[in-house]
């Protein structure tokens, strides 16, 4: 039996940006339903790496989606099969929460169409989903930094896209918002959609994942579950930390010892 084409697929993935390369020699596959989690330290090169995945900036090597490559998708299209949350919303314009996410349907709308009845049901129940029913008609400048990530986050969700990637999608949330985030990241994979995210915490990152990728200097140094993954020496070498590393029941706990004295 053929096994299926990965949802994701990159071989020897490069990207430069203002002639500085960022990421080089990338590869990898997932398959659909996979909860990916991406660790490393400042400037390793995530933002970057979702960036190249949601066609935003050109690379060279291999990157396919569905088995095409990604910069040969037409923008409506690649925009009904990937959606991105950003590092930081920007959410300036004098929109409603409402009206915000109402945009996710953007690319399954002909040139002028409006919403349908069907939509707006998605829109509102992406806004309970996220715990913003009560703020659907307010200006979205007049929103906390939490609040207009949870908006994006919804925006992605009515966009109905099979695969979501999201860069640092807890950054501006409270401790409750962002178990309830990773949890509901988790149940969207367990229906079928590919979930890749880009996590600055770790014990969060190992709770909401099935696989980890940890990129250092540009390229992926370790791919695989968080317990096998998240060892001391790997903090020492990708993150410049001592650390002792624990497996707990549904993740691992990481406890900082200090800065790593090894160059």
């Avoid at 020897?12 to 339903?33: C, K, N, Q, T, W």
């Avoid at 949601?54 to 040969?72: K, Q, S």
């Amino acid at each position: 039996m053929t096994p299926p084409t990965p949802v994701l697929r990159a071989h020897r993935l490069a990207v430069s940006l203002a002639g500085r390369p960022v990421l080089g020699d990338v590869s990898f596959a997932v398959a659909e339903g996979e909860r990916i989690a991406v660790v490393g330290a400042n400037g390793a090169g995530k933002t970057t790496l979702l960036r190249a995945v949601a066609g935003l900036i050109p690379y060279d090597g291999a990157l396919a989606l569905h088995g095409r490559e990604v910069r040969a998708w037409p923008a409506k299209e690649r925009a009904r099969a990937v959606a991105l949350v950003r590092q930081q919303a920007d959410l300036s314009v004098d929109f409603t929460a409402a009206e915000v996410v109402a945009l996710g349907r953007a690319p399954w709308l002909g040139w002028a169409e409006r919403l349908a009845g069907a939509d707006r049901q998605r829109v509102e129940a992406a806004l309970a989903s996220v715990d913003l029913t009560e703020l659907a008609h307010r200006p979205v400048t007049r929103l906390s930094g939490g609040e207009q990530q949870r908006v994006a986050l919804a925006q992605a969700l009515v966009q109905d896209a099979p695969l979501l990637l999201l860069d640092e999608p807890t950054a501006h949330l409270d401790v409750r918002h962002q178990l309830d985030l990773m949890g509901r990241l988790a149940a969207l994979a367990g229906e079928g959609r590919t979930v890749v995210a880009a996590v600055h915490d770790l014990e969060l990152a190992a709770r909401f994942a099935d696989r980890m990728w940890v990129l250092s200097d540009g390229t992926v140094v370790a791919d695989g579950p968080p317990g096998e993954v998240l060892t001391p020496g790997l903090l020492r070498d990708a993150f410049g930390v001592e650390a002792a590393v624990t497996a707990e029941s549904g993740g691992v706990r990481v406890r900082y010892l200090g800065v790593s004295s090894r160059p």
